[in-house]
């Protein structure tokens, strides 16, 4: 079964930082790859997605992530942060080499806060 | 992308009731998906709900705790069911669909007392 690892548990940045933050799935076949964020008390928003064609993949907010095949990896990045981006980001997976198999995989979350 | 309507958004139940969530989605989808999120947890699938057939469930999920209906393709519901305080928890549907892969409705916010 497809798993996703989220390394980055808790990261605290300043604001204006750079970020990275991680994001590995197991499972080596085609795949549909999401970012979401959860902001504090509010529901998912799509970030962004990766279907296919260009590994490195703009979003909202200045959000961009980028597929690496190789090494099952789709991490999140932006170049400089701001405080509004306090919230929890959850990578997921859809592995769509399974056949009528659409469900998304969810990591594990990395809360993200932001020091004015 | 699709539309969902998810009610109630938040209930405080008694332990060893029922609580039944309602999805509705503005258009008709195949696959409708049912999640959980515990407090400051991720995501989890509870089941896949097709119209016309028995849901799937997750391992760790059963029918008995969680049955699904799924009467139509713009419809679901998910009962809780003999609930524990350890069913406290963020409940999702999810249809796909759409440019942006896949919509969630709102949660249905649930505290067990």
């Known amino acids: 079964a497809q798993s996703v690892s989220q390394h980055n548990h808790h990261v605290i940045l300043s604001e204006a930082a750079s970020l990275e933050l991680g994001c590995n799935y197991s499972y080596g076949g085609t795949v549909n790859l999401f970012w979401y964020v959860q902001y504090p008390g509010q529901h998912l928003q799509l970030l962004l997605k990766?279907?296919?064609?260009?590994?490195l993949v703009k979003g909202i907010k200045g959000f961009e992530a980028e597929f690496i095949k190789s090494k099952f990896s789709f991490n999140l990045r932006k170049p400089s942060v701001q405080w509004s981006d306090t919230a929890e980001y959850f990578c997921?997976?859809?592995?769509?080499?399974?056949?009528?198999?659409?469900?998304?995989?969810f990591g594990t979350g990395t809360r993200l806060t932001i020091i004015p | 992308s699709a539309v969902i309507s998810q009610k109630p958004s938040r209930d405080i139940c008694q332990r060893g009731t029922s609580l039944t969530i309602q999805c509705q989605v503005d258009?008709?989808?195949?696959?409708m998906f049912w999640y959980r999120q515990q407090p400051g947890q991720s995501l989890t699938l509870i089941a896949t709900?097709?119209?016309?057939?028995?849901?799937?469930?997750e391992s760790g999920f059963v029918i008995d705790k969680f049955p699904i209906s799924r009467p139509n393709l713009t419809f679901s519901t998910l009962t809780v069911s003999n609930m524990s305080p350890e069913d406290s928890s963020i409940y999702l549907c999810?249809?796909?669909?759409?440019?942006?892969?896949?919509?969630f409705g709102s949660g249905t916010r649930l505290t067990v007392v």
């Open positions: 997921a997976v859809n592995d769509i080499s399974n056949f009528g198999n659409e469900k998304l995989t």
């Open positions: 258009s008709q989808v195949t696959m």
């Open positions: 709900a097709n119209q016309g057939s028995e849901a799937t469930y």
């Open positions: 999810s249809v796909v669909g759409g440019i942006y892969g896949y919509t």
């Open positions: 990766y279907f296919s064609g260009d590994p």
